[in-house]
């Protein structure tokens, strides 16, 4: 069963808790159980951005590395989580990236 109400989540209630700096950080690390189990696969860009540096800011790298290879990777700043998973030594999250937008890039009739 998927998450219900991402939009009113991400779009309305998330916006007003990122003024929080407490509140915004219990809501980004109660993501990574749903994204670990495929509740949640695709964030907004923002959350997203927003997750990875938080993760980042706080030392969680093995939570970035984790949710990036069960995300969509489609609302990703690519440059951003290569660059993290380049200076973190995230070989496992950095190949499934380049798979995920390889796949997505090259058409079934091109190969």
Not at 8 to 15: T, V
Not at 26 to 47: D, H, Q
């Amino acid at each position: 069963m998927k998450l219900n109400h991402k939009d009113l989540l991400f779009n309305q209630i998330y916006p007003r808790l990122v003024e929080n700096s407490v509140a915004r950080g219990v809501f980004l690390e109660s993501l990574e159980p749903y994204i670990l189990s495929e509740r949640i696969g695709c964030l907004t860009a923002p959350v997203m951005r927003d997750l990875l540096s938080y993760f980042q800011e706080n030392g969680m790298m093995d939570s970035v590395e984790g949710c990036l290879v069960h995300m969509d990777i489609t609302n990703l700043d690519i440059q951003q989580v290569v660059q993290m998973c380049w200076d973190n030594q995230l070989y496992d999250a950095m190949i499934y990236v380049f798979n995920s937008g390889m796949n997505d890039y090259i058409s079934p009739m091109e190969v």
